[in-house]
């Protein structure tokens, strides 16, 4: 049982535009959402979170955006760089676990 | 961030044989680590739940006898596949919790185990 989804395993967006990377949940005990951003053979790393009680944050380039009603959050990157090619995780936990659980990830490719 | 490691990146051993894995928090204490495997173009799977002092939480379906996981130190788990086979050889990742209201967890950077 998939508890997160990320339906697109795949996007391509050109240098300098918006980049919008979506994220389906179905468990409403979800309190916190992550984003993480991974690179062949490497660990994932921390990107952006959201606590449930908000619905946008923004940090640089990389903003999150959460609808609770509809379990749906994005990752909005813009502009897009090439550098932001990678496949790229969103995760949720509850307040009483510290379990993340991820999503089935999206690659990123951003071209020339 | 804090900063995790493990040890070895990349392993190869044949089948039948038994293979660590390190997982070291380097500047801060962890009384929590996770293990996680990734299979190609899948996500992340929690295999368990490593505690300190005690016995690991293992997620369903996952074999406790066949991945050992000890939690020697506040900055130490270690996996060890036993008996390794071809089907085992994974991407293992490592992450350790940092206390804090949402528990923010910090991953290595992975073990590419592969078995001949």
């Known amino acids: 049982d998939q508890q997160v989804k990320q339906n697109s395993p795949s996007l391509s967006v050109q240098e300098g535009r918006i980049s919008i990377l979506n994220c389906d949940y179905t468990?409403?005990?979800?309190?916190?959402f992550l984003w993480y951003k991974k690179y062949p053979a490497e660990g994932p790393t921390f990107l952006i979170s959201i606590s449930s009680i908000k619905d946008k944050n923004e940090d640089g380039r990389f903003t999150v955006f959460l609808n609770k009603s509809a379990k749906h959050l994005s990752l909005h990157i813009v502009p897009s760089q090439p550098g932001d090619s990678a496949v790229y995780f969103c995760?949720?936990?509850?307040?009483?676990?510290?379990?993340?659980?991820f999503g089935t990830g999206t690659r990123l490719q951003v071209t020339l | 961030g804090a900063v995790v490691s493990q040890h070895p990146s990349w392993v190869i051993c044949k089948s039948g044989t038994s293979v660590k894995i390190e997982c070291r928090s380097l500047d801060f204490q962890a009384t929590t680590m996770f293990w996680y495997r990734q299979f190609p173009k899948q996500s992340l799977m929690l295999m368990a739940t490593s505690n300190e002092g005690s016995k690991a939480t293992y997620e369903q379906g996952v074999e406790k006898d066949k991945f050992l996981i000890n939690h020697a130190s506040l900055t130490l788990s270690t996996l060890t596949v036993t008996s390794a086979h071809p089907e085992d050889s994974s991407f293992y990742i490592c992450?350790?919790?940092?206390?804090?209201?949402?528990?923010?967890?910090?991953f290595g950077p992975g073990t590419r185990l592969t078995v001949l």
């Open positions: 992450s350790a919790r940092v206390a804090g209201p949402y528990n923010e967890q910090f």
């Open positions: 995760a949720a936990l509850t307040g009483t676990a510290s379990k993340l659980t």
């Open positions: 468990n409403s005990m979800f309190d916190y």
